[in-house]
């Protein structure tokens, strides 16, 4: 992992300025990033300062060597950051020959009178970057920026909550649990305190179903991506995509590797870069699926631009049964944020009613919010509204 090798760097330049940075504290770290993840700086900043930082004084000289190796180096080391600690406007006393000769990437000493070395690529990764991906469209990434929005992805947390199952278990519950106090009888000859008994709770599945029409093409890819992050991240997922037809892809997406799940994701689906027919897909969807998929209070994700050139009403009829049959119904769309937008389509303008949210899905910022909006979904489900006449 390049990260894991540019932490040990850091930690060495860490020592050199005086801290005592153990190999075990080392391991700590790696540890602990691996708890708060890597998405947000400050967290990674915090966690690293409270396992290496024993001294108040030293506090601004771990700050300092944290802003200046930690940054986006671009093409190169970024070498005058590095001396910039033992500058005097630092308010920090440092002997900075202690620091040079610089630190390769392997931790080797650079010789101070070579010009600078060019960064190998992949090496050194840093928070700026991801920031500057954040609003960015999903669709313009490159490969190397599909694969830092990716790592971002699976540092979120996607909880949509729990739902209570008609079992009962012993507990602090509302209801008396006469087996158990008729069982202590038998032992005391009577009944002495009255047990009680609460419902059980499971983890509530998400039903994912992504548009790989045509005029979905530019972001198939990155929906795959999501896909599988969400499956890795939640083992009650199952996925879906459509375009003329609807195509189970559950299984392909747990794959660990996600080329190998999107290739065979990709050779599954017959009809990919088709038309759209969302009523038609969904039609399939209640028939083949929905009784074992549906019936444990799932929270469904459409994400689709909406267009579509089958009948409005089905479309309607379909997207009505399925909001009643879920806990939650949440619709995504790439377009949705983008400059004189306006959801005008047949098909959007007759499901929209039967859509409990409607959010966009176009950067890893509306990711993000997705998150955080799966985590704090209410327990109880919004009324619905009646389907359309057949």
């Known amino acids: 992992m390049p990260l894991t090798a540019n932490l040990l760097v850091f930690g060495r330049l860490l020592r050199s300025l005086g801290l005592d940075v153990s190999a075990a504290q080392m391991s700590d770290a790696v540890q602990a990033l691996l708890a708060v993840g890597l998405a947000r700086r400050d967290d990674v900043r915090h966690a690293l300062r409270t396992l290496w930082v024993r001294r108040r004084n030293q506090l601004p000289i771990f700050d300092t060597a944290f802003d200046a190796f930690w940054q986006d180096h671009g093409e190169r080391w970024g070498r005058r950051d590095l001396r910039a600690i033992g500058e005097p406007r630092t308010g920090i006393s440092i002997q900075i020959e202690t620091v040079l000769p610089e630190l390769d990437e392997a931790g080797g000493a650079i010789d101070a009178t070579e010009p600078d070395r060019p960064l190998p690529?992949?090496?050194?990764?840093?928070?700026?970057?991801?920031?500057?991906?954040?609003?960015?469209?999903?669709?313009?990434?490159?490969?190397?920026?599909?694969a830092q929005a990716r790592a971002a992805l699976e540092s979120l947390t996607w909880d949509p909550g729990e739902k209570r199952t008609?079992?009962?278990?012993?507990?602090?519950?509302?209801?008396?649990?006469?087996?158990?106090?008729?069982?202590?009888?038998?032992?005391?000859?009577?009944?002495?305190?009255?047990?009680?008994?609460?419902?059980?709770?499971?983890?509530r599945p998400i039903v994912l179903f992504a548009d790989v029409s045509g005029s979905m093409e530019r972001y198939s890819r990155m929906l795959l991506h999501f896909a599988?992050?969400?499956?890795?991240?939640?083992?009650?997922?199952?996925?879906?995509?459509?375009?003329?037809?609807?195509?189970?892809?559950?299984?392909?997406?747990?794959?660990?590797?996600?080329?190998?799940?999107?290739?065979?994701?990709?050779?599954?689906?017959?009809?990919?870069?088709g038309g759209t027919r969302i009523g038609d897909a969904l039609r399939t969807f209640h028939v083949r699926w929905a009784r074992s998929v549906l019936g444990r209070g799932a929270v469904v994700l459409m994400v689709s631009d909406g267009w579509d050139r089958g009948d409005p009403q089905e479309m309607a009829r379909q997207v009505a049964r399925l909001q009643r049959s879920c806990h939650r119904l949440i619709w995504l769309s790439p377009l949705l944020g983008t400059a004189d937008y306006r959801p005008l389509t047949r098909g959007l303008v007759a499901a929209l009613p039967y859509v409990d949210d409607f959010l966009p899905v176009r950067t890893l910022r509306n990711l993000e919010d997705l998150a955080a909006h799966l985590n704090r979904l209410p327990p109880r489900r919004a009324p619905r509204r009646q389907a359309v006449a057949s």
């Open 121 to 146: 690529e992949g090496e050194v990764q840093t928070w700026s970057s991801v920031e500057a991906l954040r609003d960015r469209d999903l669709a313009d990434m490159t490969p190397a920026e599909l």
């Open 166 to 203: 008609r079992r009962w278990a012993a507990g602090a519950g509302p209801r008396i649990d006469l087996r158990r106090a008729w069982r202590q009888s038998l032992t005391t000859g009577e009944i002495v305190t009255l047990p009680t008994r609460a419902r059980t709770t499971r983890r």
């Open 228 to 273: 599988h992050v969400l499956t890795r991240a939640n083992h009650k997922v199952e996925a879906f995509v459509f375009s003329t037809r609807l195509t189970r892809i559950t299984l392909d997406l747990r794959t660990r590797r996600i080329d190998d799940a999107v290739t065979a994701a990709a050779r599954r689906v017959p009809d990919w870069s």
